[in-house]
């Protein structure tokens, strides 16, 4: 599976940008899909997750309530819709496909292909 991302950028605080990491390859809805983040002098973490089907959702607690993952399997590409962005959600932010099991959606070893990232900029 190859992944593509896109739609990262500068956005002031407050404001909204829609990632999107499109798939091409194997079977796109046999995996589950996620993105992750990594901001500046830190490690990589889990934003959000998504089954093949799109039936259960899953996120980080810093982004509930205003991050949104959804994907169209017909489309072959997942999204994540960030609103009300705050300065320390600046990162790049990479999708990952992989067939975790809900227990492990959240879990970064369970991703066998990434994407290459793409920069998120919030301005305060």
């Known amino acids: 599976v190859q992944l593509q991302a896109s739609g990262g950028g500068l956005v002031q605080a407050g404001g909204s940008l829609r990632l999107s990491c499109a798939a091409a390859?194997?079977?796109?809805?046999?995996?589950?899909m996620a993105w992750f983040r990594q901001a500046p002098g830190k490690e990589r973490s889990f934003v959000a997750g998504i089954t093949g089907n799109g039936g259960v959702t899953v996120y980080a607690d810093s982004v509930k309530g205003r991050f949104t993952i959804s994907r169209d399997n017909a489309r072959n590409t997942v999204y994540l819709q960030m609103n009300s962005l705050k300065a320390e959600d600046t990162a790049v932010y990479s999708c990952a496909a992989g067939r975790p099991n809900l227990g492990s959606i959240r879990t970064m070893s369970m991703y066998n292909y990434w994407g290459q990232g793409t920069l998120v900029t919030v301005s305060s």
């Open positions: 390859g194997r079977t796109f809805s046999g995996y589950a």
